[in-house]
């Protein structure tokens, strides 16, 4: 299968070459696509300057900072205009660890439309975390899939394989949320498609180096927007005619 990994970044000069080079490492037929949001601390050049070693990176240059959603979709659209099978996001920061890459790609070539690296199936873990912290990601995860019915353990998390002809049925320009939200709608997406998603368990770990884009309005955005899709889905459409 002809994978493409797509790699947001914003301010990930520390990170960048360890994680390029680990994705190397676990896929080395797989090729990386940097989707970069105008760091200032020259993570675009780095990247360009390992993937001139490694061979098969490319970075994708945007003028400014947009969020996790609108880079992946980006990238998306780059790996489906040129037809690669296989289209990867992770983060760039190693708490996705580029070992499993090669156990969520089986996934998606045993014929998983989605494979989502999960923390919270069995096998997956948070080493490290203080207990509030997993309860209150635990109890996120537990609404969004409670209100959309959708089954998945670990909807937010950010380490995912998609097959691409999933993808192209469906319409990336309608999908405008950022962070958790992001990976939600996507996931949510593919499942009313009909599309089977597969939990593969993972091992997250805090970054060590850089600093977190998480925020309260990405949280925010991500209960705000699971609430209204429960609410379009499962009462207004209800109460259409047919």
């Known amino acids: 299968m002809r994978t493409l ?3 947001p970044t914003y301010q990930e000069a520390e990170n960048i070459t360890d994680v390029l080079g680990r994705v190397r490492a676990a896929v080395p037929g797989a090729e990386v696509l940097v989707v970069d949001d105008a760091s200032p601390d020259g993570t675009d050049e780095l990247a360009e300057a390992i993937g001139r070693e490694l061979g098969g990176v490319e970075v994708l240059r945007r003028p400014r900072k947009e969020g996790l959603g609108p880079a992946y979709r980006a990238g998306f659209a780059v790996g489906l205009e040129r037809g690669y099978d296989v289209i990867v996001e992770m983060d760039a920061d190693l708490s996705h ?3 499993a890459l090669p156990e969520l790609l089986a996934a998606v070539e045993a014929g998983a439309h989605l494979a989502i690296g999960s923390r919270y199936v069995p096998g997956g873990s948070v080493p490290g975390w203080p207990r509030h912290r997993l309860a209150l990601s635990h109890a996120g995860n537990w609404y969004t899939s409670t209100m959309l019915g959708i089954g998945v353990r670990d909807a937010t998390a950010g380490f995912r394989a998609y ?5 192209r049925k469906l319409d990336l320009d309608s999908i405008t949320t950022y962070g958790y939200g992001f990976q939600i709608e996507m996931a949510y997406a593919i499942i009313q498609l009909g599309g089977t998603v597969v939990e593969v368990p993972i091992t997250f770990r805090d970054r060590v180096r850089g600093t977190s ?30």
């Open 97 to 99: 660890d580029p070992a």
């Open 213 to 242: 884009k998480m925020s309260l309005r990405i949280v925010g955005e991500a209960i705000w927007v699971v609430a209204w899709w429960a609410f379009r889905d499962r009462v207004l459409r209800r109460r259409r005619p047919a």
């Open 163 to 167: 097959r691409a002809d999933v993808l």
């Open 5 to 7: 990994v797509v790699m």
